[in-house]
């Protein structure tokens, strides 16, 4: 899995919790991603980032939010969890825009009740 | 629009026999066009990916096939084995480093 790890695996939170979901590399790719799946749909651009500290927002990023103050770990933090976020996150790195690799993590079961 | 349609949704077939997966695309620019392999709770993993330049790219039993004028992909899997069962997946890349446009995916089940 290309030195990549998702945290936690599964989740079931509440609605209107906050929840976090880590990705951890250790290839130190420069650029990091977070995906979402849900059942019909491709997988959908959340945000990315960059670098340290530098961040953008993709396709569907109402709702979420994201950090990367080191290289290795980008956060993706649902600020007030809704059923509608009830999606498996998928991390990627790699540059994608390029004909060069992209990697994915084995994906968070995210279950908002 | 930037889409991303692959037909068929799922698809059955015998152990030993062949299969071919299309993808058809609208995105604009083209950067390439990668096919991924996700097996059921895991991440997608690359089989092969695919520039403007080369209409063919192997991967042992898996074959991609590339139609930049028409734009047109598939997927071809000669001689299936249970474990082929899974998604499968087509992205087209526009030049950036944030755009990767997925198909819904091909679910394909290989029955003994």
């Known amino acids: 899995d290309a030195g990549i790890t998702q945290s936690p695996r599964h989740k079931v939170t509440e609605t209107g919790t906050p929840v976090t979901l880590r990705c951890h590399q250790t290839?130190?790719?420069?650029?990091m991603y977070w995906y979402r799946q849900d059942p019909g749909h491709g997988l959908r651009l959340i945000h990315y980032?960059?670098?340290?500290?530098?961040?953008d927002k993709g396709e569907v990023s109402d709702g979420y939010s994201v950090s990367r103050s080191k290289t290795e770990d980008f956060l993706l933090t649902l600020e007030s969890a809704t059923s509608s976020q009830t999606s498996v996150y998928f991390c990627?790195?790699?540059?994608?825009?390029?004909?060069?690799?992209?990697?994915f993590g084995q994906g968070t079961r995210l279950t908002v009740v | 629009k930037n889409q991303v349609e692959q037909s068929p949704q799922s698809l059955i077939i015998l152990e030993g026999k062949n299969c071919t997966l299309q993808?058809?695309?609208?995105?604009?620019?083209?950067?390439?066009l990668r096919w991924y392999k996700q097996d059921t709770g895991r991440g997608p993993v690359s089989l092969t990916i695919?520039?403007?330049?080369?209409n063919t790219k192997s991967n042992g039993r898996y074959t991609a096939t590339l139609d930049a004028d028409t734009k047109q992909s598939s997927l071809h899997i000669t001689a299936s084995q249970l474990s082929d069962s899974a998604s499968y997946i087509c992205?087209?890349?526009?030049?950036?480093?944030?755009?990767?446009?997925f198909g819904a995916g091909t679910r394909l089940t290989v029955k003994p």
């Open positions: 990627a790195i790699g540059q994608q825009g390029s004909n060069t690799e992209a990697f």
């Open positions: 290839e130190n790719h420069r650029y």
């Open positions: 980032s960059y670098g340290v500290k530098d961040t």
């Open positions: 993808c058809n695309y609208t995105v604009s620019p083209f950067s390439n």
């Open positions: 695919m520039t403007f330049s080369e």
């Open positions: 992205v087209v890349s526009r030049p950036g480093n944030n755009d990767m446009r």
